[in-house]
């Protein structure tokens, strides 16, 4: 089985699909490295 999930993934990469990361108030994708801001819808 998985790894437990102590955190739930809301976002995910516009560009490649990978869960993005919550940084501050940047929304991060770790593979491609694209960036939201938390305002944006």
């Known amino acids: 089985m998985g ?3 102590t955190r ?3 976002h995910l990469c516009d560009r ?3 869960r993005m ?3 501050q ?3 991060v994708c770790p ?3 694209y960036t ?3 305002s944006d819808p």
């Open 21 to 23: 990361e919550e940084i």
């Open 36 to 38: 939201r801001d938390c």
């Open 8 to 10: 739930e993934h809301t």
């Open 16 to 18: 490649c699909g990978e």
């Open 31 to 33: 593979r491609c490295g």
């Open 3 to 5: 790894e437990p999930r």
């Open 25 to 27: 108030c940047k929304i």
